[in-house]
Each structure stands twice: as C-alpha cells, then as structure tokens.
C-alpha cells in the first residue's frame, strides 16, 4: 500500500497563494512504481475534478481553469507532489485530494485538504 498525506490548505483572500504539500510512504517497491501524481478537487455539490498532474518525466497537464495560475511540481526522491496555487479565485474553493497511480494501475488517494478563498 501507499499512503499520501496532504498539507497546506487553509483560508486565502481571492488574488492570494497557497502551496499544497503531499508525500507519499509506503514499500520503496511501490514507491518507485509511482508514475503519475497529481491533485484533484471536489467543490459541494460537484464531481472530483482534475486538478494538475505530472509523471514521473515530469511531464504535465493542467485543467484549463488554473493554466497560468498553478504549478504542479513533483520530487521523485523524496515521493512528494507540490502544486503552488497563485492568484487564487473563489471558485478554487474544495476540498484538494492528493493523488498518485502506477503506470496502468489503479490510484491512491489522501485523505484531502480545504481550500477556502474567500474575503
């Protein structure tokens, strides 16, 4: 098993920053069959959405609400995914799952972080 554990999330003024932090544990096994990792979100009321992800290449894909405005980053030495959330806008507001896959293999997922942007 791996287990992904996320940080960073809070209340932020519209316009304002926030990093969100994930690392992954488990059996370096599984660890090192990580490929791709990323971040969703779940607003009330909506389904879980892509957020950004990247491989193991560090490759990249974003949704097109947040081109421009987020920045996955990804640290396959120390099994951690970083997105780096700028100019932020109320309808960012959910709730952030950190996730992770092997190639072809079905996810893993954190327990989630709120992310509120509201003045």
């Known amino acids: 098993q791996v287990q992904l554990v996320e940080s960073g999330g809070g209340l932020v003024q519209p316009g304002g920053s926030l990093r969100l932090s994930c690392a992954a544990s488990?059996?370096?096994?599984?660890?090192?069959?990580?490929?791709?990792m990323g971040w969703y979100r779940q607003a009330p009321g909506k389904q879980r959405e892509l957020v950004a992800s990247?491989?193991?290449?560090?490759?990249?894909n974003y949704a097109d609400s947040v081109k421009g405005r987020f920045t996955v980053s990804r640290d396959n030495a120390k099994n951690t995914v970083n997105l780096q959330m700028m100019f932020l806008k109320p309808e960012d507001t959910a709730v952030y799952y950190c996730?992770?896959?092997?190639?072809?293999?079905?996810?893993?997922w954190g327990q989630g972080t709120q992310v509120t942007v509201s003045s």
């Open positions: 996730s992770a896959s092997p190639l072809g293999g079905p996810a893993y």
């Open positions: 488990g059996s370096t096994f599984r660890l090192n069959r990580l490929y791709t």
């Open positions: 990247i491989t193991r290449g560090d490759n990249t």
